[in-house]
């Protein structure tokens, strides 16, 4: 969850953000698991059975064609260009009204990580404090996924403004594998506590890929 070095126009606590990162690694065992789904019950279905159409009406005395009356120099008539598809809608982003990422650092087995935030920089600690969220609210979507790692920076670069956060290429990973994640995050003005997010999880991303965007299976940089 650490900006990389060649981001220096994030300013980071490099051992302050590191110290972080190792706490939150035992804390998220901390993060809800949504409940299993009841199934939903088979109602009966009431079959009705449909009359055959009625038999064909008795053939008539067929009626001579009209004779074509085109003029001889007339030219051929072009052939319809067919028109491409429309291209499909963007998939909508999910727009989250609770949070978790209070609920997790409030835990006393994350004083460490509440101590450790505040030696951030601001714009650091806006990151990481969205970071928690991310991983909290894939975990909350999908009971199937094991989040243990952000990088909100993957694939394109993070925009702060003020408290916002815009992070339209990271990933996530889950179970050894990398899948792509876009989130927006807003952080109250004492940046302690998310006040709004929205997130998209996307594709998985190739492992072809995985060097040229920093990713990897641990936690240390990548081959």
Same mark, same amino acid.
């Given at each position: 969850? *650490?900006?990389?070095?060649?981001?220096?126009? /994030?300013?980071?606590? %490099?051992?302050?953000?590191?110290?972080?990162?190792?706490?939150?690694?035992?804390?998220?065992?901390?993060?809800?698991? #949504?409940?299993?789904? =009841? #199934?939903?019950?088979?109602? @009966? &279905? =009431?079959?009705?059975?449909?009359?055959?159409?009625?038999?064909?009406?008795?053939? @008539?005395?067929?009626?001579? *064609?009209? =004779?074509? +009356?085109?003029?001889?120099?007339?030219?051929?008539?072009?052939?319809?260009?067919?028109?491409?598809?429309?291209?499909?809608?963007?998939?909508?982003? &999910?727009?989250?009204? !609770?949070?978790? @990422? *209070?609920?997790? /650092?409030?835990?006393?087995? @994350?004083?460490?990580?509440?101590?450790?935030?505040?030696?951030?920089?601001?714009?650091?600690?806006?990151?990481?404090?969205?970071?928690?969220?991310?991983?909290?609210?894939?975990?909350?979507?999908?009971? $199937?996924?094991? #989040?243990?790692?952000?990088?909100?920076?993957?694939?394109? +670069? %993070?925009?702060?403004?003020?408290?916002?956060?815009?992070? !339209?290429?990271?990933?996530?990973?889950?179970?050894?594998?990398?899948? +792509?994640? !876009?989130?927006?995050?807003?952080?109250?003005?004492?940046? !302690?506590? %998310?006040?709004?997010? +929205?997130?998209?999880?996307?594709?998985? &991303?190739?492992?072809?890929?995985?060097?040229?965007?920093?990713?990897?299976? $641990?936690?240390?940089?990548?081959?």
């Amino acid at each position: 969850m *650490a900006v990389p070095p060649d981001r220096a126009d /994030l300013p980071l606590g %490099v051992g302050a953000s590191f110290l972080l990162h190792l706490l939150l690694l035992t804390v998220l065992a901390l993060l809800p698991t #949504p409940p299993a789904l =009841k #199934p939903l019950p088979i109602e @009966s &279905i =009431k079959v009705d059975f449909v009359p055959p159409p009625p038999g064909p009406a008795p053939a @008539s005395e067929p009626v001579p *064609a009209a =004779k074509s +009356e085109t003029a001889p120099n007339a030219p051929a008539q072009q052939p319809a260009i067919p028109t491409p598809p429309p291209a499909p809608a963007p998939q909508p982003m &999910i727009w989250v009204e !609770k949070f978790y @990422s *209070a609920r997790v /650092l409030a835990d006393p087995r @994350s004083r460490g990580a509440r101590r450790a935030l505040p030696l951030l920089a601001p714009q650091e600690r806006i990151i990481q404090l969205c970071d928690i969220e991310a991983l909290a609210q894939v975990r909350q979507q999908r009971a $199937d996924f094991q #989040p243990d790692l952000v990088v909100p920076y993957a694939m394109a +670069e %993070v925009k702060l403004a003020g408290g916002a956060m815009e992070a !339209k290429g990271g990933a996530v990973r889950s179970k050894r594998h990398w899948y +792509e994640l !876009k989130f927006n995050c807003t952080v109250a003005p004492d940046l !302690k506590t %998310v006040v709004a997010f +929205e997130f998209l999880l996307g594709k998985e &991303i190739p492992r072809d890929q995985w060097a040229s965007h920093d990713l990897t299976l $641990d936690d240390g940089p990548a081959d």
